[in-house]
C-alpha cells in the first residue's frame, strides 16, 4: 500500500498521464481491464526514465497498492463503461477515498454519480482534462469539480502535473461536482467554434484568394506570432504544409476526406446554451457545419442540382494583401465572441446551481495544456478580473475597443463569402451576434406582437409599466387575467 495515486484505464490518454505523474515523482499504481495495456504502460515507463509505475492484474490488487486515503482517476469511455469502472472499484474502497473521473463525461451524469457514492461516504471528483495525447503526457489543462475536501487531497499532483504558465498551474478548484465537466464541455464548445472559423478562413483563402498550401501555411505560421497566437492556429500551419506520402507533390490535407467527427460535446453545449436561454450562435453554426459535412453524399448529388454564384474577380474585385489583413481582424473578432458565448453558458449554469464558478479563473486554465490555448486569453483573464460581475465579455473597455476597431474588416470579408458563394456560418453567426447585441432595439416588438395576435401571450409597453393584450381584429376575444398568460414564459 505505497502508492500515491491510481490510474485505471489505460488507453493513451490514460497511459500519458499515468507517466506524466510518475515524471513528478509520483508513485502511481495502474489497472486496467486488458492485462496487455498495464505491461505496454510499464515497459514505457522502463524506457522512459524508469519511473515509478506499479502495474496490477486485478481491481483488488489495484486497490490494495494505495496508500490511505486511496485516490484514483478513471480514464474509460464515458457513459456505462464508467459506472461499471466505479461499481468494479468502489467494493473495495472505503470512507473517506476519492474517485477522479477524467473523461468527458455529461456532467448531469457526475451529479448522478457523486450522490450514488455518497452513500458509502466515497468522495466523487469529475475533472475534464484538455490537451489531447501530448498534454496528458507533458501537462494538461485540468479542471476538477467535487468537495473541497477531495480536491484538497488531490491538489498537489494535479498542481504539479498541470501545465504550467506565467502565473502558475493550469487547474485549480473549478467548484462543487458537476461544475469540472461542465467547464470542459464548454472549452470543447469554444473549440468546436474555434475550428470552425479557422476552417471558413481557410476556405476563402484558398478558394477566393487561390493561395497554394505552402502559401497559406506561411500565413498562419506567420500569424502565431501575432494576436492570433494559439495551438490551432499553429498545428493548421503544420497541416497546411505537410507533403502527402503516397502522392508525389501532393499535401495530405488535400485527400482527407471533408466530414467532420464529433464526440458529443459540442452537442452538449449547445443543448446547455438552449436550457439556459442563452445565445450561442458562432457554437450552434459549428455543430451545424458538422452535420452537414457527414452528408457527404447529398452534397455530392445537390452540387449538380443546385447552383452558386458564378462570379469573377472583376465583378467582385479582391485585393490579396488587404483580404489577408481582414481575414486576420475578423478571425480574432470572431474568436472574442466565441469565449464570450462559451463563458457566458458557464456565467448563468454556475448561477443556477450556485457553484460560484470564477471565470478569470476558467481563462487562466484554458491558457496552457488545453486545445484551445492562446494569447487571446490572458487578455479575456484580465478583463473578466478586472470585473467580475461583468455580463458579458464583449462590455470589457478593452475587448469592446479591440471589436470596435475590427468590425469593418469583419463585414468586408462576410460580403465576400457571400458574394463568392463561400459558406461561412461561424464568422456569420459570430458577426451576427455581436451586431444583435450592439442594438438598442430589435425587431422582437413584432415578433411579441404576432405571439399575443395568435396566443394571446401579451406584451410590455415601452411608454408604461404593466403587461397588456390587444384585440387585434374583431374576432378578438377577453383572455381574461392577463397575468395567467404569461406563466410558463422562460
Known amino acids: 500500500m505505497s502508492c500515491d495515486i491510481g490510474l485505471y484505464g489505460l488507453a493513451v490518454m490514460g497511459q500519458n498521464f499515468a507517466l506524466n505523474m510518475a515524471s513528478h515523482g509520483f508513485k502511481v499504481c495502474v489497472g486496467n481491464r486488458s492485462p496487455a495495456k498495464v505491461d505496454l504502460t510499464v515497459q514505457r515507463a522502463k524506457d522512459e526514465g524508469d519511473l515509478p509505475i506499479v502495474g496490477t492484474k486485478s ?11 486511496r485516490k484514483i482517476i478513471i480514464l474509460v469511455m464515458a457513459g456505462k463503461p464508467v459506472d461499471q469502472t466505479i461499481a468494479t472499484l468502489s467494493q473495495y474502497l472505503e470512507e473517506g477515498d476519492v474517485i477522479i473521473d477524467g473523461g468527458n463525461e455529461w456532467y448531469q451524469n457526475t451529479l448522478r454519480r457523486a450522490k450514488e457514492l455518497e452513500a458509502k461516504n466515497i468522495h466523487f471528483v469529475g475533472m475534464g482534462i484538455s490537451g489531447g495525447e501530448e498534454g496528458a503526457r507533458n501537462g494538461p489543462s485540468l479542471m476538477p469539480g467535487g468537495p473541497k475536501e477531495a ?40 473549440e468546436y467554434g474555434d475550428m ?8 476563402i483563402m ?37 507533403k502527402d506520402e503516397f502522392v508525389e507533390g501532393g499535401y495530405v490535407v488535400d485527400y482527407i476526406l471533408d466530414k467532420t467527427g464529433m464526440k458529443g460535446t459540442g452537442r452538449w453545449t449547445i443543448q446547455e446554451a438552449a436550457e439556459r436561454s442563452v445565445a450561442a450562435p458562432l457554437m450552434a453554426a459549428s455543430l451545424d457545419a458538422r452535420y452537414i459535412s457527414a ?10 442540382i443546385l447552383k452558386g454564384p458564378e462570379v469573377t474577380s472583376a465583378e467582385i474585385p479582391v485585393h490579396k494583401m488587404q483580404m489577408l489583413d481582414d481575414l486576420k481582424a475578423a478571425l480574432y473578432a470572431a474568436k472574442v465572441c466565441s469565449y464570450a458565448q462559451g463563458l457566458g453558458i458557464i456565467k448563468s ?10 471565470l478569470s ?33 464583449i462590455l470589457d473597455p478593452v475587448v469592446a475597443s479591440e471589436l470596435n476597431d475590427r468590425t469593418a474588416a469583419w463585414r468586408r470579408v462576410v460580403v465576400v463569402a457571400v458574394g463568392y458563394g463561400i459558406s461561412t456560418p461561424a464568422l456569420c453567426g459570430a458577426l451576427n451576434y455581436f451586431d444583435s447585441y450592439r442594438r438598442k432595439s430589435l425587431p422582437a416588438n413584432l415578433t411579441q406582437a404576432q405571439r399575443d395576435f395568435f396566443g394571446g401571450h401579451t406584451y410590455e409597453r415601452t411608454d408604461r409599466e404593466g403587461v397588456f393584450h390587444t384585440a387585434w381584429t374583431d374576432a378578438h376575444k377577453s383572455i381574461g387575467d392577463i397575468n395567467e398568460r404569461t406563466a410558463g414564459e422562460v
Not at 64 to 69: E, F, N, R, T
Not at 167 to 175: K, P, R
Not at 362 to 389: E, P, S, T, V
Open 361 to 393: 479563473d476558467c481563462a487562466r486554465m484554458w491558457k496552457g495544456g488545453c486545445i484551445i490555448r492562446a494569447a487571446l486569453l490572458q487578455k479575456i483573464q484580465d478583463a473578466l478580473a478586472r470585473d467580475k460581475n461583468l455580463p458579458n465579455l
Open 349 to 358: 449554469c454556475s448561477e443556477d446551481m450556485d457553484w460560484g464558478i470564477n
Open 295 to 304: 452528408r457527404k453524399d447529398e452534397r455530392i448529388k445537390a452540387s449538380e
Open 151 to 190: 480536491y484538497d487531497m488531490i491538489e498537489p499532483i494535479i498542481t504539479k502535473c498541470a501545465a504550467q504558465v506565467n502565473d502558475g498551474a493550469c487547474t485549480g478548484y473549478v467548484g462543487p461536482v458537476g461544475a469540472g465537466n461542465y467547464v470542459k464541455m464548454v472549452h470543447n464548445g469554444i
Open 206 to 242: 484558398k478558394h477566393v484568394l487561390k493561395l497554394s498550401n505552402e502559401e497559406m501555411a506561411n500565413i498562419f505560421s506567420e500569424w502565431n506570432s501575432t494576436e492570433l497566437q494559439s495551438y490551432l492556429i499553429e498545428i493548421t500551419s503544420t497541416i497546411l504544409g505537410k
Open 59 to 69: 481491481p483488488e490488487e489495484f486497490v490494495a497498492q494505495l496508500s490511505k486515503p
Open 196 to 203: 470552425q472559423l479557422i476552417g471558413e478562413v481557410y476556405d
